[in-house]
């Protein structure tokens, strides 16, 4: 963010991608693609590639940690060592991974039904396979249907989107490019019923107005990712035949 | 799969409050909590959730370890059921197999074990519990087709695990039972298992 370039990034109202200002990229979704985990999903989008892995409801481990009352959500988010062309050289805990982990947590805290698995845990690993920006939207998407394919109750589904500023010009889905030398970048995942905002984050500097815009926004491209998610699960019992797996 | 819809979690069911497994009600309405199919009169079916214990069910389970008191076993929950040796005078070891029947089920999950077996050594296998009354079939229809053809006999516990002797065809059984978990949301699954199985006897 904010890293000085001459790179522009919008030519005539196309981006680098060839992309208009609200396009999103190519997504592409498959559930149940790992046969040991109770619920998994493969999300390609764009460059991004991650793979999610449910486990649980589990015993807590370590026991003192565990609650009485409610299961708790643990997350691991991880870089692979090949993931990107710089930075994330190993896949070891680091403060950039342990903040998303953080972020991805907490939106599925405020999703799945806690309060029915007492004294239990519920490991969601999300480990990305290759970066292009947008990893923590893409881990959101792939544990939304990773839990729903596991069959843990939740109130709500959740679809991320991340949407932001580049050379004065409000876009939507940002890519690598976009994210290092565009002027904003935020991070959005809404609940697909109640529209809540389970994740906000902002790295840049927009007015008021730009935000409005821009939830908006983000909000829109969100339902079509939802769609997304839903074929995915959808095909898993449309076409048992053609199910991928790793 | 016609006429039948698939429900993601938080979509709603109906207008009215349900109170069924595997949904929530929020105000005067009642959402899905799981993946799950509606049907032309709106039934809901989960199609994938956890096990929940009930009363009367059958569970197989998997001795791992072995307590001054009696025996903890693997019944597919968070935590491990406990078997009393005072209940059960059966010497069991570890990795036994076992099946029981519910008894009393508290709040938090925890089971009461009644009429204990060991089950003599054969194969376990994991099979989604939401999906365990189409194994079953109406009135057991479904598995004792299954022993039937496989020749030995099969255990189904309600928490998920079953047991395949072996004497039965096992490889047979896997197979089918492959099958049966790919297509659980199929309507004339039996008809197409007992054709299936026909097949595979006159392929030998």
């Not at chain 1, 990305?128 to 596991?150: E, H, K, P, Y």
């Not at chain 1, 994740?199 to 008021?208: A, E, I, N, V």
């Not at chain 2, 078997?83 to 197999?97: A, H, P």
Request: aromatic share 6%; proline share 4%; net charge negative.
């Amino acid at each position: 963010m904010g890293q000085d370039s001459d790179i522009k990034l919008l030519v005539d109202g196309k981006r680098l991608d060839g992309r208009s200002q609200f396009d999103l990229r190519n997504i592409r979704i498959e559930a149940g693609i790992l046969h040991d985990a109770d619920g998994s999903a493969f999300v390609e989008w764009g460059k991004n590639k991650v793979i999610c892995g449910i486990y649980g409801p589990r015993e807590c481990i370590p026991r003192h940690e565990a609650s009485p009352y409610k299961a708790l959500v643990k997350c691991r988010y991880s870089m692979a060592p090949f993931s990107s062309l710089e930075e994330h050289s190993r896949s070891g805990p680091s403060r950039r991974s342990v903040e998303l982990s953080k972020v991805i947590r907490e939106v599925f805290e405020n999703l799945i039904i806690t309060e029915s698995f007492p004294r239990t845990q519920i490991n969601i690993f999300v480990d990305v396979l290759q970066s292009d920006g947008g990893t923590r939207t893409t881990c959101i998407t792939a544990a939304a249907v990773a839990l729903a394919n596991a069959g843990i109750p939740m109130r709500d589904m959740a679809s991320a989107v991340a949407v932001g500023k580049a050379d004065d010009i409000l876009i939507a889905d940002l890519a690598k490019e976009e994210d290092n030398f565009g002027q904003c970048d935020m991070p959005v995942a809404f609940s697909y019923r109640k529209k809540d905002i389970l994740l906000l984050q902002m790295d840049g500097l927009l007015t008021r107005e730009e935000i409005e815009t821009l939830l908006n926004e983000a909000e829109k491209a969100s339902d079509k990712v939802y769609a997304k998610q839903f074929d995915a699960l959808k095909k898993v019992y449309e076409s048992p035949e053609e199910n991928f797996k790793m | 799969m016609n006429n039948k819809r698939i429900v993601l979690p938080g979509e709603r069911i109906s207008d009215k409050k349900l109170f069924m497994p595997n949904t929530f009600v929020e105000g005067e309405e009642t959402f899905a909590a799981v993946i799950g199919m509606v049907d032309e009169e709106g039934k809901y079916i989960p199609l994938e959730s956890k096990y929940k214990p009930l009363q009367e069910d059958v569970l197989v389970g998997i001795v791992t370890d072995i307590r001054h008191a009696g025996y903890s076993v693997d019944i597919n929950l968070s935590s491990p059921g406990f078997i009393s040796s005072k209940d059960f005078r059966v010497q069991l070891e570890l990795g036994d197999i076992v099946s029981c029947k519910a008894g009393q089920v508290d709040e938090i999950g925890e089971v009461d074990f009644s009429e204990v077996k060991k089950l003599p050594p054969g194969k376990i296998i994991h099979f989604p519990p939401a999906k365990i009354p189409r194994l079953i079939g109406r009135k057991s229809s479904m598995i004792s087709l299954i022993r039937e053809h496989s020749g030995g006999d099969i255990v189904v516990g309600n928490n998920g695990y079953v047991w395949i002797s072996e004497a039965s065809n096992i490889p047979l059984v896997l197979k089918t039972i492959n099958i049966i978990i790919r297509k659980a949301h199929m309507s004339g699954l039996t008809d197409e298992i007992a054709q299936y199985l026909k097949n595979q006897k006159t392929g030998e």
